[in-house]
């Protein structure tokens, strides 16, 4: 199973990868929403989850899920927000647009390979 990991902080990525690693997931990785769309819309069959941070530069990761929830071939890739926007308007505006998780930061390993889990259904690991 391959997640992509969108978020503009390089150290975030490798937080998030080294959970996904501890799930024996693979992982590719875009910095920004824009890049991330171009990376699903080549090769969307390849991606199982979207990990998306909300606040990045160019494209916001709200954005970039409801262009994703809109693509008829994308749609069905499920879909978890992981970002500092822990308002409920925000939770709530990404759940009525097809999030399927939603993580707050700061989180744990812990917390972010359970939601990983939840996500993709995938047994052991967490």
Same mark, same amino acid.
């Given at each position: 199973? /391959?997640?992509?990991?969108?978020?503009?902080? %390089?150290?975030?990525? /490798?937080?998030?990868?080294? &959970? &996904? *690693?501890?799930?024996?997931?693979?992982?590719?990785?875009?910095?920004?929403?824009?890049?991330?769309?171009?990376?699903?819309?080549?090769?969307?069959?390849?991606?199982?989850?979207?990990?998306? *941070?909300? @606040?990045?530069?160019?494209?916001?990761?709200?954005?970039?899920?409801?262009?994703? /929830?809109? @693509?008829? !071939?994308? /749609?069905?890739?499920?879909?978890?927000?992981?970002?500092?926007?822990?308002?409920?308007? %925000?939770?709530?505006?990404?759940?009525? &647009?097809?999030? *399927? @998780?939603?993580?707050?930061?700061?989180?744990?390993? *812990?917390?972010?390979?359970? !939601?990983?889990?939840?996500?993709?259904?995938?047994?052991?690991?967490?």
């Amino acid at each position: 199973m /391959k997640i992509l990991i969108v978020d503009d902080s %390089s150290v975030m990525r /490798k937080v998030i990868k080294a &959970a &996904a *690693d501890v799930l024996d997931l693979s992982t590719e990785e875009a910095q920004d929403g824009i890049e991330a769309l171009e990376i699903l819309s080549q090769r969307y069959e390849e991606i199982d989850l979207v990990l998306l *941070d909300w @606040n990045m530069p160019g494209k916001t990761g709200f954005e970039v899920l409801e262009e994703i /929830k809109s @693509n008829d !071939k994308m /749609k069905s890739i499920p879909v978890m927000m992981v970002t500092t926007e822990g308002h409920k308007t %925000s939770i709530v505006a990404a759940v009525r &647009a097809g999030a *399927d @998780n939603y993580l707050v930061k700061p989180f744990t390993i *812990d917390e972010l390979e359970s !939601k990983i889990v939840e996500c993709i259904g995938k047994g052991g690991g967490a």
